[in-house]
């Protein structure tokens, strides 16, 4: 069992940033390819950006390209997402999740992802 815990949301002002960190415990040996999704009320939760088991491989949903950079420290077993730039319609509750079966490629498709944290808000003001 993985457990993962979002920490770093906040409210900010637009062309603000933040960066959220993932941390994950529980089978500490295992390096799983991990993503962030967000989710706001009403709506499907969607993929933000992904990165593989070692972070060579990222990927990002168009919105967010140029604005946001996932990177790893699989030390620390902890993933991050440095938001810049942010708008009013980045806000949302921001997930982290874990795929355990990827093994080189980064999966957008929330059905792949096994383990999830509860979520952290983020607020963008105009």
């Known amino acids: 069992q993985v457990q993962l815990v979002e920490s770093g949301g906040g409210l900010v002002q637009a062309g603000g940033s933040l960066r959220l960190s993932c941390a994950s415990s529980g089978r500490a040996r295992s390096t799983y390819a991990m993503a962030w999704f967000r989710q706001t009320p009403g709506k499907e939760r969607e993929f933000v950006s992904g990165?593989?088991?070692?972070?060579?491989?990222?990927k990002y949903e168009d919105s967010v390209k140029g604005r946001f950079t996932i990177s790893r420290d699989n030390a620390q077993n902890t993933v991050y997402l440095q938001m810049n730039s942010l708008k009013p319609e980045d806000t949302a509750v921001y997930y982290c999740a874990a795929d355990e079966d990827s093994m080189v490629v980064v999966r957008s498709d929330r059905e792949y992802y096994d383990y999830w944290g509860q979520g952290t808000q983020v607020t963008v003001s105009s």
């Open positions: 990165i593989n088991r070692s972070g060579g491989i990222t």
